[in-house]
């Protein structure tokens, strides 16, 4: 039988025989030191790793004001908390993240709303590049993406965070913390891309929590991936800015948009969000060459 005709079933012997084991409830790679799968996805802690990646880098998509350059009228204009995250320490430095719809205005020492993104000396730095809290070989199909690589195994990946509050999420022991507080494995994006093509899959999937907030993580992995043949996926809540999504859509294959409701005060009472930016990029775009498969973007190589 080739590859292409292989069964669900067969399928999963393979992964047994490549050392993987606890499919249900998260591979255990024990190359990478984990000590063990928790809930649905595998949280792992390398020996005394720090809480915070020690490769933190600076942030992409954003802007800084500089002491003294807020504009205070707009920062205490009454908008909604899912609109404007704000700190009232005015002798400080601020950054407006420019990443996803909730701009969120950051002073000196404090993070976004997602809880990763850091104003250092104002400059926005990312605290989990590099900083992986979940990970599983999946099959493609649990993305799920239709008639995409079948029966393949996808290597899966999740940092901490969330720009979104969503009050059932499934996975909230690592969306709704920030990295001090979830057990990390320190895995860069040459790692990344070193473990899926050793354990057999076809594709790397930004998934669990939401892969916007590890945004420049995500990216480089990508990129990498992309050299070694593998595809890359991304499993994502689309709220996201214009900006970065179409950056983010020349370096994926696949991109599918969780719709979690159908109008604003789902958005904003559940998921401390709003609906409009997510059909925004949900909407079929040339200017992305991307085409239209319900609510999958397939971005052509």
């Known amino acids: ?5 292989m069964s669900r079933r067969e399928f999963l012997k393979g992964l047994g025989a490549a050392g993987l084991c606890g499919l249900c409830g998260g591979a255990l790679l024990s190359n ?10 595998l949280s792992t802690r390398v020996g005394l790793a720090p809480p915070i990646s020690p490769h933190a880098r600076e942030a992409m998509f954003y802007t800084s004001f500089g002491d003294g350059g807020l504009d205070c009228g707009a ?35 404090e993070r976004g709303d997602c809880r990763v993104r850091e104003n250092r000396g104002g400059r926005l730095y990312t605290m989990v590049y590099g900083n992986v809290c979940a990970l599983n070989v999946d099959p493609i199909e649990k993305k799920p ?8 195994g996808a290597f899966s990946i999740a940092t901490a965070g969330c720009n979104l509050h969503c009050l059932y999420c499934q996975n909230w022991s690592i969306s709704q913390y920030p ?6 494995v320190d895995l860069l994006p040459e790692a990344v891309v070193s473990y899926a093509v050793r354990y057999g899959s076809h594709s790397i999937a930004y998934t669990y929590s939401e892969p916007t907030i590890f945004f420049e993580y995500m990216l480089d992995t990508a990129r990498l991936a992309r050299q070694q043949g ?7 809540a689309g709220y996201i800015n214009p900006e970065p999504l179409r950056l983010l859509c020349e370096a994926v294959d696949a991109i599918k948009i969780d719709l979690k409701g159908y109008n604003e005060a789902f958005y904003e009472e559940v998921c401390d969000a ?15 060459g991307r085409t239209w498969r319900s609510s ?6």
């Open 1 to 5: 039988m080739s590859e292409k005709e």
């Open 230 to 236: 593998l595809r890359n996926v991304v499993i994502s």
């Open 274 to 288: 709003t609906l409009q930016p997510v059909l925004e990029a949900s909407r079929p775009s040339t200017d992305r």
């Open 75 to 109: 920062c205490h204009e009454p908008e909604p908390s899912h609109v404007l995250y704000c700190h009232t320490d005015h002798g400080s430095n601020y950054v407006k993240c420019q990443l996803c719809p909730k701009g969120c205005i950051i002073s000196e020492g």
């Open 296 to 301: 999958t973007w397939w971005c052509p190589r």
């Open 145 to 152: 993406l239709y008639h995409f690589l079948p029966s393949s």
């Open 179 to 184: 990295p001090e507080e979830t057990d990390n």
């Open 32 to 41: 990478l030191g984990c000590a063990g799968p928790q809930a649905t996805v």
